[in-house]
């Protein structure tokens, strides 16, 4: 069948600078990474580096020179260029989380590409199975030119399979420091998984901005000739910090604040606004309706700095004059009311608040999950949310399925459960708490990558 499942990167492009590039995670998950390295005129250096997993530190891997379908001695030498115009392939057999190319230049341009392969490489010659079917002869030379620079990148191959050993592992690298003709054996990809690393410990609440609760917001009337509220009423009022991930959840208690009896209908409120943790916004809802009704939105920054009024529905405008932790409200709200569904819960969440876990090079991610408890007077309950951070913004967070455990009510919903999560070689992971309860609850979590 026609060679399957390869992935291919272009690490530099006739680069004329001095450079560094980090390679795609997806390379970590091939048993196989040839590098073709193209010259022109080219002075500098080449240091190709390799880690096991992220936490440490690169270093230089060990590679194999491919020279006409025969393999040079495996090193770890800097690759060093004079002037150099020449096209040359180097063979990686050892998968790493992290593979990154350091370049330094002086002269000319070097293009590099890196191509992952579902292969393992082995001497051809110790009853292998060859690329064209056959078993390679128990000679010093056999007669594959699979890595041959003519058809290294057109090869064909069959779709057999094989499983090694121990021993067998240690017969292919004897096979393969001997130098000789080799040949390609499919392998599939290699599965790894890597010890539990402890992510989030004794976790009590949650990962999501807080809502007020009864007294955090006061009210005063500003008098005639502040706006346009009715004179001689009662108005409902709550605000719901928010985030770019959605808002808190309302607030048990409205607050309410009635307007003097001036006779004007010109009459305005101003809500003082305490700083919520987390919180990019706040949501202001306030209308003479029981359930008041959305008015405006006001930002972080301007909560902060006072000055800020409502002068429509849905309109904040500086000018007001009021200090700062302050919004004066000059008109009632007509938008969606606190009991819409879309409000009831929190959905605030703060996943740039824990360390992130990077998953660079790992398909996915084992997550073993403890609550602790001091007893059982309360039901327990616990779900977790995963997030991973978008690879080209530092700001954006994007949630995964979450995860809810069922716990106590059945047999098989023990206090410590397991969930295997797609994480497809995302740089940034972060598992938050979105519901905890019970006696003393502490949530603990520990992520395990796989590949």
Same mark, same amino acid.
């Given at each position: $069948?026609?060679?399957?499942?390869?992935?291919?990167?272009?690490?530099?492009?006739?680069?004329?600078?001095?450079?560094?590039?980090?390679?795609?995670?997806?390379?970590?998950?091939?048993?196989?990474?040839?590098?073709?390295?193209?010259?022109?005129?080219?002075?500098?250096?080449?240091?190709?580096?390799?880690?096991?997993?992220?936490?440490?530190?690169?270093?230089?891997?060990?590679?194999?020179?491919?020279? &006409?379908?025969?393999?040079?001695?495996?090193?770890?030498?800097?690759?060093?260029?004079?002037?150099?115009?020449?096209?040359?392939?180097?063979?990686?057999?050892?998968?790493?989380? =992290?593979?990154?190319?350091? $370049?330094?230049?002086?002269?000319?341009?070097?293009?590099?590409?890196?191509?992952?392969?579902?292969?393992?490489?082995?001497?051809?010659?110790?009853? =292998?199975?060859?690329?064209?079917?056959?078993?390679?002869?128990?000679?010093?030379?056999?007669?594959?030119?699979?890595?041959?620079?003519?058809?290294?990148?057109?090869?064909?191959?069959?779709?057999?399979?094989?499983?090694?050993?121990?021993?067998?592992?240690?017969?292919?690298?004897? $096979?393969?420091?001997?130098?000789?003709?080799?040949?390609?054996?499919?392998?599939?990809?290699?599965?790894?998984?890597?010890?539990?690393?402890?992510?989030?410990?004794? =976790?009590?609440?949650?990962?999501?901005? *807080?809502?007020?609760?009864?007294?955090?917001?006061?009210?005063?009337?500003?008098?005639?000739?502040?706006? &346009?509220?009715?004179?001689?009423?009662?108005?409902?009022?709550?605000?719901?910090?928010?985030?770019?991930?959605?808002?808190?959840?309302?607030?048990?208690? =409205?607050?309410?604040?009635?307007?003097?009896?001036?006779?004007?209908?010109?009459?305005?409120?101003?809500?003082?606004?305490?700083?919520?943790?987390?919180?990019?916004?706040?949501?202001?809802?306030?209308?003479?309706?029981?359930?008041?009704?959305?008015?405006?939105?006001?930002?972080?920054?301007?909560?902060?700095?006072?000055?800020?009024? *409502?002068?429509?529905?849905?309109?904040?405008?500086?000018?007001?004059?009021?200090?700062?932790?302050?919004?004066?409200?000059?008109?009632?709200?007509?938008?969606?009311?606190?009991?819409?569904?879309?409000?009831?819960?929190?959905?605030?969440?703060?996943?740039?608040?824990?360390?992130?876990?990077?998953?660079?090079?790992?398909?996915? *991610?084992?997550?073993?999950?403890?609550?602790?408890?001091?007893?059982?007077?309360?039901?327990?309950?616990?779900?977790?949310?995963?997030?991973?951070?978008?690879?080209?913004?530092?700001?954006?967070?994007?949630?995964?399925?979450?995860?809810?455990?069922?716990?106590?009510?059945?047999?098989?919903?023990?206090?410590?459960?397991?969930?295997?999560?797609?994480?497809?070689?995302?740089?940034?992971?972060?598992?938050?708490?979105?519901?905890?309860?019970?006696?003393?609850?502490?949530?603990?979590?520990?992520?395990?990558?796989?590949?």
């Amino acid at each position: $069948m026609p060679n399957p499942n390869v992935f291919q990167q272009t690490i530099f492009n006739a680069a004329a600078a001095t450079a560094s590039v980090t390679a795609s995670g997806r390379f970590a998950t091939y048993p196989t990474c040839i590098v073709e390295i193209k010259t022109a005129g080219f002075s500098g250096t080449l240091d190709i580096q390799g880690a096991e997993t992220s936490g440490i530190a690169a270093a230089n891997v060990r590679y194999r020179t491919i020279q &006409s379908a025969m393999l040079g001695y495996s090193t770890v030498t800097q690759l060093s260029y004079t002037t150099s115009t020449a096209v040359a392939r180097y063979i990686i057999t050892e998968p790493y989380a =992290i593979l990154s190319f350091v $370049m330094t230049r002086s002269a000319g341009t070097i293009t590099v590409t890196c191509t992952g392969w579902p292969f393992l490489i082995a001497q051809g010659n110790d009853n =292998i199975r060859l690329t064209d079917g056959t078993y390679a002869a128990t000679v010093a030379n056999g007669n594959s030119d699979a890595l041959n620079a003519g058809t290294l990148f057109g090869l064909e191959t069959q779709a057999w399979s094989y499983g090694f050993n121990a021993a067998t592992w240690d017969r292919l690298r004897t $096979m393969a420091a001997s130098g000789k003709e080799i040949g390609i054996l499919r392998a599939g990809h290699l599965a790894f998984r890597g010890a539990p690393v402890l992510h989030r410990n004794g =976790i009590t609440a949650i990962d999501k901005v *807080v809502p007020f609760v009864t007294g955090d917001l006061t009210s005063a009337d500003n008098g005639a000739g502040t706006g &346009s509220l009715l004179a001689s009423t009662t108005y409902d009022f709550t605000v719901i910090p928010a985030n770019s991930l959605g808002p808190c959840s309302v607030a048990a208690t =409205i607050n309410t604040q009635a307007t003097g009896a001036s006779g004007l209908n010109t009459h305005s409120v101003r809500l003082t606004i305490p700083q919520k943790t987390g919180a990019e916004k706040y949501i202001i809802f306030f209308s003479d309706a029981a359930a008041p009704l959305w008015v405006a939105e006001v930002t972080e920054a301007q909560r902060a700095a006072g000055d800020f009024e *409502v002068t429509a529905v849905g309109t904040v405008a500086a000018g007001g004059g009021n200090p700062a932790g302050t919004i004066d409200v000059n008109v009632a709200g007509t938008g969606i009311a606190t009991s819409n569904a879309i409000i009831v819960p929190n959905n605030a969440y703060l996943p740039a608040t824990p360390p992130a876990y990077d998953c660079t090079g790992f398909e996915s *991610v084992r997550v073993l999950v403890s609550l602790a408890l001091t007893d059982l007077r309360t039901a327990p309950s616990l779900s977790l949310v995963p997030f991973i951070r978008n690879e080209l913004t530092t700001t954006h967070w994007h949630q995964l399925a979450p995860l809810t455990l069922a716990l106590l009510g059945a047999v098989g919903q023990s206090l410590k459960q397991e969930f295997i999560l797609d994480t497809h070689d995302a740089t940034n992971l972060v598992i938050l708490v979105g519901t905890i309860a019970g006696q003393g609850a502490a949530a603990s979590v520990w992520l395990s990558p796989c590949r």
